[in-house]
């Protein structure tokens, strides 16, 4: 299998917020972070950071709702707590499922590529959950 290789530098001015509640300048920073972070974890990718720090790590699954929950799980046997968070999740969420899972683990912040036919119904659910989501635009792709 021949990957291409994933260099592209995510700046602020790429992401495009889709939410109704809009992130901070320190979740920004937080979510680019994040993302940083994703582009080393194998997909399926859901990381929590918080203030420059990765919380939690959920890497390689078949599904993206299990690594959510994942990393949710091996944030809690650290001790961690993951309230105001903010997650990476390195594929956009094909299902509302996969944001629940974060938001309830204490997400409320999220970067996401974007580019599902499910897009609207997720963005409707960060708007029900009152949390800001932003899209990048590209994707993360490590096997």
Known sequence: MI????????????????????PTSAQMQDLLFAWKVAKYVKSNAI??????M????????M???????IASIKAGHAGLNLQNTVVASDAFFPFRDGLDVVVDAG???VIQPGGSM???????AADERGV????????????
């Open 107 to 109: 997400a409320n912040c």
């Open 54 to 61: 990765t919380m939690g790590v959920g890497a390689g699954q």
């Open 3 to 22: 990957q291409t290789a994933d260099n592209y530098e995510l700046q602020l001015a790429d992401l495009k917020v889709v939410t109704k509640v809009q």
């Open 118 to 124: 499910r897009d609207p119904e997720v963005i409707a």
């Open 47 to 52: 990381v929590f950071c918080a203030n420059g």
């Open 63 to 69: 599904s993206r709702l299990d690594s959510a929950r």
């Open 132 to 143: 800001a989501m932003v899209f990048s635009g590209v994707r993360h792709f490590r096997h």
